[in-house]
């Protein structure tokens, strides 16, 4: 016999949670209770314990978000052209949303069942009984109407693509979404010398201009006490970054790197650069397994292009997985070409989304591209042939 149970706390989970996601710590209670301490204040989470004859086989992790004009799009400021595609787009998704994933990252951190014991259909069908329960919930405790439900962030290869039937009977369109930025480590790179050996010569030089530039401003990692001194000037330069994105679902609270290291310890860094002892930047990893994963930063504009405060994390990111023996950085989405001139290379991600209006449904995968413009970049070959 299989069935569902929905969790609205983490300290509810049963105890055999962790032992079925040891491989991501984006599904592990530590991370899961850093976010639920200090989670963006639109973003409600539940989760969902998937049992064969009541024994746990499966987990997702679901997010209500509520969305609203000024969290999607904050302060950069548009032509009338587009503020009018913004109020079209707003009007049509304003309000709540169900999303299986995690908004806060990009990737599949949601979704996991053990395929021995459950077959992929069926569990599925399980997540999405869930999900209508949860939607019915919110409806009769709340009064609140969920807008569209969305399965995010699966690259092409992953499995969940052959379930064509599941998608088409619950009338969930896919969509291509911004590629996932993430750079192999060559297992030759054993230093940063071998990385910048393996260089060609612009970017080389690229890589030396860079470290020039950045002048006598020096990096170091924050302690957990360091992170909770800093906490203002991290939010502060955080948001210097975040309200310069184009479309944006929410907004970190100034408590969120502190939750993180408390929780996560080690697998959480939090690296500050600083000009005569004054915070000018930062940049944030999770270590997860093999692959080490960037997450948010931020940074003093005005030594944003004077120092190249940017490129110099990237390739500072770099030098950490290679000393640390990871395989993988996940640079995530956005700034495509920068990203690619360190090594990253673009892996296409899709989603699967369906709002509750059966019209605007039917023209969800236009809309979506109002959201998830496609950008024109050109991608770049750092390394020698």
């Known amino acids: 016999m299989k069935s569902f149970q929905i969790y609205y706390t983490v300290e509810s989970l049963p105890k055999a949670w962790n032992s079925i996601v040891a491989h991501d710590v984006f599904l592990q209670t530590s991370y899961l209770k850093a976010l639920e301490e200090a989670s963006p204040k639109n973003i409600q989470f539940f989760y969902v314990g998937v ?12 997010q209500r978000v509520q969305l609203y004009l000024k969290d999607m799009f904050r302060t950069i400021k548009v032509s009338c052209t587009k503020e009018f595609f ?19 990252h990009t990737g599949q951190h949601s979704l996991f069942f053990q395929e021995e014991n ?9 997540i999405f009984e869930a999900l209508e329960t949860i939607k019915s919930d919110i409806k009769a405790k709340q009064n609140k109407t969920i807008r569209a439900i969305m399965f995010k962030d699966y690259f092409e290869e992953d499995t969940i693509h052959l379930e064509h039937n599941f998608f088409k009977i619950n009338k969930l369109h896919k969509v291509t979404v911004q ?22 010569k612009k970017y080389k030089s690229r890589y030396k201009r860079a470290k020039t530039k950045l002048g006598s401003i020096t990096c170091e990692e924050l302690s957990l006490e360091s992170i909770q001194q800093n906490s203002k000037k991290l939010h502060q ?25 408390k929780h ?17 930047g930062f940049y944030t990893l999770i270590l997860n397994a093999t692959t080490l994963e960037t997450y948010f930063l931020g940074y003093d504009s005005k030594h944003q292009y004077n120092n190249q405060l940017y490129l ?40 699967y989304i369906k709002h509750t209006n059966s019209f605007i449904n039917a023209l969800l ?10 950008q024109n970049w050109e991608e770049r070959h750092p390394f020698k042939a």
């Open 312 to 351: 110099n994390m990237l390739y500072d990111m770099a030098k950490f997985a290679i000393e640390n023996n990871f395989k993988n950085v996940v640079y995530a989405r956005t700034a495509m070409e920068i990203k690619s001139s360190v090594g990253a290379k673009a892996k296409t991600m899709q989603v």
């Open 237 to 261: 330069l955080y948001l210097n970054v975040s309200n310069n994105a184009k479309f944006n679902t929410f907004l970190l609270p100034e408590n969120h790197f502190y939750s993180l290291k």
């Open 118 to 126: 459950i077959a992929q259909h069926e569990y599925l069908k399980l």
């Open 264 to 280: 996560l310890t080690n697998n959480f860094k939090v690296f500050g650069y600083y000009l005569n002892d004054e915070l000018v």
């Open 86 to 104: 913004r109020d079209v787009v707003s009007k049509i998704l304003k309000g709540n949303i169900l999303v299986a994933g995690n908004l806060t």
């Open 179 to 200: 590629p996932n930025m993430i750079m192999p480590i060559d297992e030759k790179w054993v230093t940063m010398n071998n990385y910048i050996s393996a260089l060609n």
């Open 51 to 62: 049992f064969k004859n009541d024994v746990l086989v499966g987990i997702a992790i679901i």
């Open 365 to 374: 995968k236009q809309i979506f591209s109002l959201m998830n413009p496609k």
